[in-house]
């Protein structure tokens, strides 16, 4: 059996499956005010904070769940969820590494984050949440030597209030969509990053998201400042347990790039998919946004979607500042039963400013697949330019891929492109792969490397090797 | 304007023959329009264009009484020169003429279908509104194997007679195996402030052919809307051409379904917009089985602060393999003010397929005209040529040269 053989066998089932038995502290079942004082309690946060959560729960009590969506699912129950949870050991937070309770350490191990090797070895500073709280976060000493803030959002709140108030609802307010809304009313961990005037962040920065507990929704919050004339690029990856019930992930992730500043982020997603027929599986509900505040800012999202049942996220650009730039690169990967309605949006208001999406799309088995995309460029954004690009790949017949773009010119000085393709991957291809020597798993999966080439290249390199893996796996078994 | 439909819908009842069952459905349609009103941009078909904001902003109240008892009289000068022609006349709505006087008589029939109800999928509070309201129906049906010698002009006329009326008008087509139909729509209104809601169904049998062309040239201060359903059999064409220039408010809605193998359905299109005009396309083609093909190309250009709005779908099931759908939209925006807005949709279910679309918007590209007028062409000129030339590649698609002629002098094209 050949190397590649071996790594399907051991990879077909999903990987990160397992569940780790620890203690949790849980918050009452259940969404009502008492929770989320509750959560500000825990959290021992300000009364500002406290404030900000009860007004978005007030604004969530008026709004309605979206149905306009293409995929469809089942009401959730959001009485019947957690909204907190966190391991024990964690309730008097550790100082270092080396404090944190082994059953955790050995759970990033498994999912191939060592986070004591990896503050040695890789260079890239790790902030992994588990469930509801930040239980590490890796290089912070010299991170801070540079003047860096890379923490839980959460120690945030505590020590640079200032900041977090500042931008915390600038970008997605807490009046914004249903899912965003309930966010902001029960949001309990996630990163926070301030990158100061005219540093170069040395490393990547990175968050390694994990639900453990079941009937837990997550609900994490990210917020990336990027002060004038700085650089960051930062990652982010999410694995779940096998379990049978959906679980509900709704992130918010706000970035903020100042004058000449760069921010990168990407995604490898790999929630739980649920299994063959479609049962359990994560509901990925992320509301993700970026503003290009200052002039000749960049914000670049790219991202790899090959888990949860339904994925439902637009990564999106306002590029407010003059000259500013907004990409979005996108792989998404659809097999089985999973859902996936994504794209991006970009709000052209600043003049010059330009705009790139790339999106490849994938459906196999019985799955569907929606790029659903605004370009819109206001009167105001003199000189501006768009070109779309997005590309749907079907594998079989009982597949979907759709394409729906909004696009919306009102400059007549600004250009847009939009081009978008359909098709299956060509016999002539598969055969003159198949002459040299290829199955036919290896060929599709030589051909889809190839589709997807321009959006992992623009992955980090550590990144895009794994990325590269698991576009493989995710299609496996859909060749036939 | 509840009691003002329910009013006018007894008054419009009382001039005509009907059967209490015929009323019955009527008056159904007419609660179901009253219970949804005219589509808003709430609607997702309607997100770029508020009819119900336009009608209440363009003209106010309508009224939907039609008094169709005198006759009027047809007015020979709006005719088209030059070009032997079948005619059937509308003069404010109602239908004066038909008049197939180059065609052999046992040919083609004229059914009177007033009593039917059309029921469309993918269809509005508007198909409603035509239900409850239209008092006259034709089918028209050309039989097995008979090609019209000449093509068919529908002439709709409104004068100043009417204001502030809503007209609404249908026609159905049978097309029979191997037959073809050649058909324009000519629109030729001096009335103003009035809402015009048209709807036709063609329905092409085996190997029938259907070139179907929309013109709307002369200004006007009216708004319409005109919903085609086309249901196509193996092997038959159909081909729409849309001139949408004339009118202060147009939405044209072309409804395809591609049922039978080696079907073709072809959309081409022109906005030719000034002034503060709002127009719109929306195109849904349905690939129902294999083996069939669609094809589009839409282009605008946008002088003032006009707006067009084009919407296209592609919608592939799972059976329908080997499909080939393609579509195109291109605008140029000459103003500031100006705007272009897209939504092209492709909505695939099977693997086996060709299907991509495209659509781009921008100004007039400022290299060409300075190789024109390097070459002694005046600014105006340099422009004119290259927005002649921009619109003649869809003028160009026109299959039957005659009426190719006919719309590039209405453009003022000149080769």
Not at chain 2, 60 to 68: A, I, M, T, V
Not at chain 2, 354 to 373: P, R, T, W
Request: proline share 3%; with cysteine; hydrophobic share 35%.
């Amino acid at each position: 059996m050949d190397n590649r053989q071996k790594e399907i066998n051991n990879l077909k089932d999903y990987k990160y499956g397992f569940s780790t038995d620890i203690e949790n502290i849980q918050a009452p079942k259940g969404l009502n005010e008492d929770v989320i004082k509750f959560i500000s309690n825990i959290k021992k946060e300000p009364a500002w904070m406290l404030e900000f959560r009860l007004k978005a729960f007030e604004r969530f009590k008026v709004l309605k769940e979206p149905d306009w969506q293409k995929p469809k699912f089942p009401k959730i129950d959001y009485q019947d969820l957690y909204y907190y949870s966190a391991p024990k050991s964690m309730k008097d937070k550790p100082k270092s590494l080396d404090e944190l309770d082994p059953k955790l350490l050995e759970t990033y191990k498994k999912l191939g984050i060592p986070l004591q090797e990896q503050a040695r070895l890789n260079g890239i500073a790790v902030d992994a949440v588990f469930d509801s709280v930040s239980v590490a976060t890796t290089f912070k000493d010299e991170l801070t030597k540079q003047g860096i803030i890379f923490c839980p959002i959460s120690e945030a709140i505590q020590n640079h209030p200032e900041l977090v108030k500042k931008y915390l609802g600038s970008v997605i307010p807490t009046s914004d969509h249903f899912f965003a809304t309930l966010n902001s009313a029960v949001f309990t961990d996630g990163s926070f990053v301030y990158i100061p005037e005219g540093v170069r962040c040395p490393m990547e920065l990175s968050t390694y998201f994990r639900i453990n507990a079941s009937n837990t929704g997550q609900f994490e919050r990210t917020l990336i400042i990027a002060d004038k004339g700085s650089y960051v690029s930062y990652l982010e990856g999410c694995t779940a347990p096998m379990r049978d019930e959906n679980q509900l992930h709704a992130a918010n992730v706000e970035l903020v790039a100042l004058d000449d500043a760069e921010i990168k982020y990407s995604t490898v997603q790999n929630w739980y998919p649920g299994d063959q027929d479609g049962k359990g599986g994560i509901y990925n509900f992320v509301t993700k946004r970026g503003l290009c505040k200052g002039k000749n800012s960049k914000i670049s999202w790219t991202q790899v979607e090959t888990g949860s049942a339904i994925t439902w996220k637009y990564p999106s650009c306002i590029l407010k500042g003059d000259n500013s730039v907004g990409e979005f690169y996108s792989i998404a990967i659809t097999n089985n039963h999973q859902k996936a309605d994504t794209g991006t949006k970009m709000i052209h208001l600043g003049k010059n400013t330009k705009s790139k999406i790339i999106s490849k799309g994938i459906s196999a088995g019985s799955s569907d697949m929606t790029y659903r995309g605004l370009v819109d460029i206001s009167s105001k954004a003199k000189n501006s330019t768009n070109y779309t690009q997005c590309d749907s790949l079907l594998m079989g017949n009982k597949c979907g891929a759709h394409t729906v773009p909004y696009i919306k010119n009102k400059n007549s000085e600004s250009n847009i492109a939009h081009e978008a393709t359909t098709s299956k991957i060509s016999e002539e291809q598969l055969h003159y792969c198949q002459q040299r020597g290829l199955n036919p798993e290896e060929a599709v999966g030589l051909i889809v490397n190839g589709f997807c080439k321009e959006v992992l290249q623009q992955l980090p390199m550590e990144f895009a090797v794994e990325a590269q893996k698991l576009v493989g796996i995710s299609l496996e078994g859909s060749v036939g | 304007m509840k009691e003002q439909l329910q009013k006018d819908f007894y008054n419009s009842i009382k001039n005509l023959s009907l059967s209490q069952k015929d009323i019955e459905i009527k008056k159904f349609c007419l609660d179901n329009f009253i219970d949804k009103g005219f589509p808003n941009k709430k609607e997702e078909d309607w997100k770029f264009t508020d009819l119900n904001q336009i009608i209440k902003n363009n003209i106010g109240e309508l009224s939907f009484y039609n008094d169709q008892a005198s006759t009027n009289k047809v007015d020979t000068s709006v005719f088209v020169d030059g070009l032997e022609h079948n005619k059937i006349v509308f003069i404010n709505g109602r239908i004066e003429k038909i008049d197939f006087e180059y065609e052999k008589k046992d040919q083609i029939e004229i059914i009177d279908q007033s009593e039917t109800i059309n029921e469309f999928e993918n269809s509005n509070s508007l198909s409603d509104l035509n239900n409850a309201f239209t008092n006259k129906c034709f089918k028209i049906l050309v039989k097995k194997g008979y090609q019209l010698a000449k093509p068919l002009i529908i002439y709709h006329t409104t004068n100043s007679k009417i204001w502030s009326k809503n007209i609404n008008l249908r026609l159905n087509f049978q097309l029979d195996k191997d037959s073809s139909l050649r058909l324009i729509d000519l629109f030729n209104d001096t009335s103003e402030k009035n809402f015009l809601n048209i709807f036709y169904n063609f329905e092409l049998k085996e190997n029938a052919v259907l070139k179907n062309y929309k013109v709307d040239k002369f200004e006007n201060k009216n708004i319409k809307y005109s919903f085609n359903n086309i249901d196509q059999d193996k092997n038959s064409i159909s081909e729409t051409f849309i001139l949408s220039s004339g009118s202060n408010f147009s939405k044209n809605e072309i409804n395809c379904n591609l049922n039978g193998v080696y079907a073709s359905a072809f959309v081409n299109g022109v906005f030719s917009l000034n002034k503060d005009k709002h127009h719109e396309i929306r195109s849904i083609i349905n690939h129902l089985t294999e083996n069939t093909k669609s094809y589009q190309l839409i282009k605008s250009v946008l002088e003032q602060s006009s707006k067009a709005v084009y919407q296209g779908k592609i919608f592939v099931n799972s059976d329908a393999q080997k499909t080939d759908g393609y579509q195109l939209s291109k605008a140029i925006l000459l103003n500031k003010e100006s705007e272009f807005n897209a939504k092209p949709e492709l909505e695939i279910y099977a693997d086996d397929v060709k299907c991509s679309h495209g659509s781009a918007s921008g100004s007039l590209n400022e290299d060409s005209i300075f190789y024109l007028m390097s070459r002694g062409l005046s600014y105006q000129q340099s422009r004119e040529l290259l927005i002649n030339g921009f619109l003649l590649d869809v003028v160009e698609k026109i299959t039957d040269s005659e009426i190719k002629n006919l719309i590039k002098n209405m453009l003022g094209i000149k080769e």
